[in-house]
C-alpha cells in the first residue's frame, strides 16, 4: 500500500457522514502484525445531522495534550470550532487505530503529533471538499465559489449559507476525493496558536473519569497482594481471619499472589491485612542490587553488538595524547503515576468486560483473549483517562491480573493496587552500565570515542522484530546516534537481563534518558579534562548541526551562561536530540554544605519544528523537567532479600512543588517536520542537574541518583 | 450507622466508624472526584475539607467528621474560592493527567480562603502536601496567584 493515506466515506448510523481514513504506517511492523489483512481505516471522524464533530481518538489522553493538539489539527482543516469537537475514546483494535509510527494502537514514544500531522489534515481537509461539494451541487454553483467557515459552508456571491449538518447526508454520498490541498502554514489560524486545553473542565471540578472511577451495580472492590519477592509462591492465607472483617465477601488465591473481595476497598484492606499471607520466597530469596550491579559490570568486560564503527576508536585511543574513561549507571525506577494501578472486570461465560486506561487497548485486549479463550467481540475494553501513562500503562500485566481475579468472582469488581503494591510490583526502568572511554589530543578535543552499553532489552520482551542486527535501537538510542563530531566512533551493546521475575519497560524518554545522560555526562567530562568551557566544547564539535547549535546557544544566552554565581552555585548545561526534537537546557543549582542539592532555576529551549499547540509544549517541557529532576536527585529501586525496598512516596521521593524550580521555557520557531515532546524534557535534565553539580562542587555524579553524593567530606 | 454531612447534604452511611473518609466517599457514597493516590497521607490526592480545614481523607476515619461539614472537589466550586481556583486553573490550563488536581484545588481553595494574598513561601509550605506526578507546579503557583490577584514573577 502506497499511497499515503486511504479514505472511505459512509452514512453514519443515525445520519450524517461517518469519515475513515487510514494513517500511514510502519511498513514492517504492520506487515507483522496484520500481514493477512487488507489496509483499512484506521481512525473516525463523524459528523451528524446537527453539525456535531465526533473524532474517535487513536491515541488516549494521559496528560500530555493530545485530547487537544490532533482535534486542532482536524479543526484547522475541516473549518469547524475546534473547542465543540467531542472526543471519544477509541475501542480496542490494533488495526484500526494503529499509531502510524509504531503499528498498533499504541500511545507513546511521543509519536502522536509526529504520527498525525499530515494525515489528520489530509482527513479535515478532505471532510470539508466533500461538504462543500455537497452544497455547491445543491445550489448548482461553482463550488470554487464557496468557502467553509466555522461549520458552515457559504456561497459568497449570493451570501447563502448550510451548516455541515445540512449537508452531511449528500456528502456521504459522493465519492472520495483523490487529493485534496492542505492550507499553507502561512494560512494556519488554530495551529500555532496557544489553545485551552479541551480535556480540563472535568479535571477541575471531579468529574473527569479514570478507570478507577469506574462504578457498576453490584461491583465489588478487591486489593490485591502479589509475593513480596521475586518470583515467589503463596503458601497459605488466613481465610477465616480475612472474613471475619465485616465485609469481607472472598479470598481469591492465585499461585503468586491474593486478592481480598469485599464490598469497599477498607474492608478489603482490612481483610488482607487479617489473611496474613504466607509466602514461599523462592530462587530470587536472596537477591539484592549489587548481585545485579555486578552481573551488569562483569557482562561489561565483554565486547557487544556493534551499534555504530565509524573509523578505529581502539587504535585511536590508544594512540591518542590522553585517555579519560568514566563508567556511568542509573537505576531501576518504577513510574509512580498518581493513579494506582487497577482495573475493574467483569467476567461471564461469554464475555469479559474491562474498565481500565491504557496506552495500549488492542493488545491488552489480544492477551485476556489468549488468557479466557473468549473471542475479540466478547472481551470489551473501555477505555479512561489515564491518571499518568509515563511507560507504566504501556504494559497489560494489571489487567492480566484483574481478569485472573475476575474469573473466580460473581459480578463485576475492581482490582486495586495499593501505593505500595503498585511501588513494589511495577514493571521497572531497566538498571543500565555504560563503559565510555576516548581518546583526546593534547589540546583536549576528542579524536576518539568509545561507548559500551550494558541493561535489559525492553525490545526483545515487549516486540522482538523491532531488534535490528542484534541491537536494539531502544537501548542505544541517543548513544549509538550521539550527534557530536568525532573521526572515530565505536558503540555497542551487551544485552544482561535481572534475574527472571524482575520485568523492565518502559519509562518516560525511554532509551534516550539513559543515552543522553551518558552522552551528555562524558562529552561534560571532556570539557572539563580539556579545561574548557562546556558550552564551547559542545559548540565545537557540532559543527554543522545548527539547530543543536542554536537551542544550545539560546539557553545558554537566556541563563546568563559564564557569569559568576557565588560558591556553592553553578550552572549545568545539557543538550538532547530525541523524538524528532531539538532540547537544551541550563540547570542552576545551589548546594548546601550538608551535600542538599536544590535546582534553583531551569532555561529550556526547545526546536521542535512546527508547533500545533505551543502551550502544550511549554507544559510538557515542565513536566518533563519536573519528572526527571525527581528521578535524578532521589529515584531509585533497590532490591534486598529478593524484594524491592521501597514501598510509597516516603521512600520513593518525588519533588514537591517546594522543591521545584523556577522554569522558563522558550520556543525555536520554524517550518521543520514537527517533533515529539512528551519525553525529551526528562530526558535533557538530568545530565544538566548532574554537570551543574559538577560546576557547584567539582563532585562529577556518575551514579544516579544523586542522592547525598554531592556532600562534602567532612 | 455514621452521620456524615457532605457537601451540604446530611446522610447516614454503614461503614465501621474507623472507615477512612476516603473510602466512604469513593466506594459507599460513589464520589469519584476524591482520588486515591497513596493510603497514608503523603500525596495530597485525597483532600477534602472539613469545616473548611484541608484534611487527607485516607487518613482520615469517618468518625473525625460526624458533626462536621465535609466539602469535596464535587462541590467546591460553590465557594468563592474553590470558583476562583478553578476558573484560574482553566484559565492557565493547570491540569495535565488531572489525576492530583482535585486533591490540588482543595489545598488551593483552603489556602486562598484562609489568606487572600499568600506569599511563595505561603504557597510552599500550603501546597507541599500535593504531590502532582506531571510536575504541574509552576502553573500551580501561577494560578494560586491568579486567582488572589497577585502578580506572578518572571522566571
Known amino acids: 500500500m502506497n499511497r499515503r493515506h486511504f ?41 451528524d445531522r446537527a453539525g456535531k464533530v465526533t473524532f474517535v481518538m487513536p491515541m488516549i489522553e494521559m496528560g500530555q495534550g493530545t485530547y487537544t493538539s490532533l482535534p486542532m489539527l482536524i479543526a484547522e482543516e475541516l473549518e469547524v470550532d475546534v473547542d465543540k469537537v467531542a472526543i471519544e475514546h477509541s475501542p480496542p483494535d490494533d488495526k484500526v487505530y494503529a499509531n502510524p509510527l509504531i503499528g498498533a494502537q499504541l500511545t507513546g514514544g511521543s509519536t502522536a503529533i509526529r504520527g498525525t500531522y499530515v494525515p489528520l489534515r489530509q482527513a479535515g481537509a478532505t471532510a470539508r471538499v466533500m461538504l462543500v461539494t455537497a452544497a455547491a451541487q445543491r445550489w448548482n454553483v461553482d463550488p470554487s465559489t464557496c468557502r467553509a467557515q466555522n461549520g458552515v459552508v457559504v456561497h459568497a456571491p449570493s451570501g447563502r449559507k448550510l451548516g455541515y449538518g445540512a449537508l452531511v447526508d449528500a456528502a456521504a454520498k459522493l465519492p472520495v476525493p483523490e487529493k485534496v490541498a492542505l492550507k499553507e502554514p502561512a494560512d494556519f489560524k488554530l495551529i500555532g496558536t496557544p489553545h485551552r486545553r479541551l480535556d480540563t473542565t472535568g479535571k477541575v471540578n471531579g468529574s473527569a ?58 474492608s478489603a484492606k482490612q481483610g488482607l491485612a487479617a489473611a496474613a499471607p504466607q509466602w514461599d520466597a523462592g530462587p530470587n530469596a536472596k537477591l539484592s542490587t549489587v548481585d545485579i550491579v555486578a552481573q551488569l559490570a562483569r557482562a561489561s568486560e565483554k565486547p557487544g553488538a556493534v551499534a555504530r564503527h565509524d573509523g578505529d576508536a581502539a587504535a585511536a585511543i590508544a594512540g591518542a595524547a590522553r585517555k579519560v574513561d568514566a563508567i556511568y549507571e542509573q537505576p531501576f525506577l518504577a513510574h509512580a503515576a498518581m493513579e494506582p494501578m487497577n482495573c475493574t472486570v467483569h467476567m461471564t461465560k461469554e464475555s469479559c468486560d474491562i474498565w481500565v486506561g491504557t496506552q495500549i487497548p488492542g493488545m491488552t485486549q489480544a492477551a485476556v483473549m489468549e488468557l479466557t479463550g473468549l473471542t475479540r467481540a466478547q472481551v470489551r475494553i473501555h477505555n479512561h483517562l489515564l491518571g499518568g501513562g509515563f511507560g507504566r500503562r504501556l504494559e497489560y500485566d494489571g489487567t492480566v491480573r484483574a481478569v485472573q481475579i475476575a474469573r473466580q468472582v460473581r459480578g463485576p469488581v475492581q482490582v486495586i493496587w495499593t501505593r505500595e503494591e503498585d511501588i513494589q510490583h511495577d514493571m521497572y526502568r531497566p538498571y543500565y552500565y555504560d563503559r565510555l572511554s576516548a581518546g583526546v589530543d593534547a589540546q583536549g578535543k576528542a579524536v576518539a570515542w568509545s561507548h559500551r552499553i550494558t541493561g535489559s532489552s525492553i525490545v526483545a520482551r515487549y516486540f522482538p522484530p523491532w531488534l535490528k542486527d542484534g541491537v536494539d535501537p531502544d537501548a542505544v538510542e541517543a548513544s549509538a546516534n550521539q550527534p557530536y563530531g568525532i573521526s572515530n566512533i565505536h558503540v555497542d551493546w551487551v544485552a544482561q537481563e535481572p534475574p527472571s521475575g524482575i520485568t523492565t519497560s518502559w519509562w518516560r524518554g525511554v532509551g534516550a534518558t539513559r543515552g543522553t545522560f551518558a552522552v551528555e555526562s562524558f562529552v561534560d567530562e571532556l570539557a572539563a579534562n580539556a579545561k574548557q568551557d562546556p558550552l564551547a566544547y559542545r559548540v565545537a564539535l557540532l559543527d554543522k548541526n545548527t539547530r543543536a547549535k542554536a537551542v544550545l546557544q539560546l539557553a545558554a544566552a537566556q541563563s546568563g551562561w559564564g557569569k559568576p554565581l557565588p560558591a556553592g552555585q553553578g550552572r549545568g548545561i545539557a543538550l538532547c536530540i530525541g523524538f524528532g526534537s531539538f532540547i537544551a537546557q541550563v540547570v542552576q ?87 515529539g515532546i512528551g519525553e525529551p524534557g526528562t530526558s535533557c535534565v538530568m545530565p544538566a542537574l548532574t554537570n551543574a553539580i559538577f560546576a557547584a562542587t567539582a563532585k562529577r555524579i556518575r551514579k544516579l541518583p544523586v542522592g547525598e553524593q554531592a556532600r562534602t567530606e567532612a | 450507622m455514621i452521620r456524615l454531612n457532605v457537601n451540604g447534604k446530611p446522610g447516614d452511611i454503614d461503614v465501621a466508624k474507623d472507615t477512612p473518609l476516603l473510602w466512604a466517599l469513593r466506594d459507599v457514597l460513589n464520589m469519584t472526584g476524591t482520588k486515591f493516590g497513596c493510603g497514608a497521607g503523603l500525596c495530597g490526592a485525597c483532600t477534602i475539607q472539613i469545616d473548611g480545614q484541608p484534611t487527607r481523607s485516607c487518613i482520615t476515619p469517618v468518625s473525625a467528621a460526624v458533626g462536621k461539614r465535609v466539602t469535596t472537589i464535587e462541590a467546591i466550586g460553590a465557594t468563592p474560592a474553590g470558583k476562583k481556583v478553578q476558573a484560574a486553573w482553566l484559565a492557565l490550563n493547570v491540569p495535565q493527567c488531572g489525576y492530583c488536581q482535585s486533591g490540588q484545588i482543595m489545598s488551593a481553595s483552603a489556602l486562598l480562603a484562609a489568606n487572600a494574598k499568600p506569599s511563595d513561601a505561603d504557597i510552599d509550605s500550603a501546597m507541599a502536601g500535593n504531590i502532582c506526578r506531571c510536575g504541574t507546579y509552576p502553573r500551580i503557583r501561577a494560578a494560586i496567584k491568579k486567582a488572589a490577584g497577585v502578580p506572578e514573577t518572571e522566571a
Request: aromatic fraction near 6%.
Open chain 1, 589 to 675: 543549582v545551589s548546594v548546601d554544605k550538608d551535600g542538599t542539592v536544590n535546582p534553583t532555576y531551569v532555561w529550556c529551549v526547545v526546536d521542535c519544528g512546527v508547533q500545533v499547540n505551543p502551550d502544550t509544549i511549554r507544559a510538557q517541557m515542565e513536566s518533563g523537567i519536573v519528572f526527571g529532576l525527581s528521578a535524578a536527585l532521589h529515584g531509585q529501586i533497590t532490591i534486598k532479600d529478593g524484594r524491592v525496598e521501597q514501598t510509597n512516596f516516603g521512600d520513593y521521593r518525588v519533588l514537591r512543588i517546594n522543591e521545584t524550580p523556577r522554569i522558563r521555557v522558550d520556543l525555536v520557531k520554524n517550518l521543520e517536520a514537527p517533533g
Open chain 1, 7 to 47: 479514505l472511505t466515506a459512509t452514512s453514519a448510523i443515525g445520519g450524517g457522514v461517518l469519515l475513515g481514513f487510514g494513517l500511514p504506517t510502519r511498513g514492517e511492523i504492520r506487515d507483522t502484525l496484520t500481514s493477512d489483512a487488507p489496509f483499512a481505516p484506521n481512525a473516525f471522524l463523524r459528523i
Open chain 1, 209 to 266: 473519569k479514570f478507570g478507577i472511577d469506574t462504578r457498576l451495580p453490584g461491583m465489588k472492590f478487591a486489593v490485591v497482594a502479589a509475593s513480596p519477592t521475586f518470583g515467589g509462591r503463596l503458601v497459605s492465607v488466613d481465610e477465616a481471619k480475612a472474613k471475619a472483617v465485616s465485609g469481607v465477601s472472598q479470598v481469591v488465591r492465585l499461585d503468586d499472589a491474593v486478592a481480598i473481595v469485599a464490598n469497599h476497598t477498607w
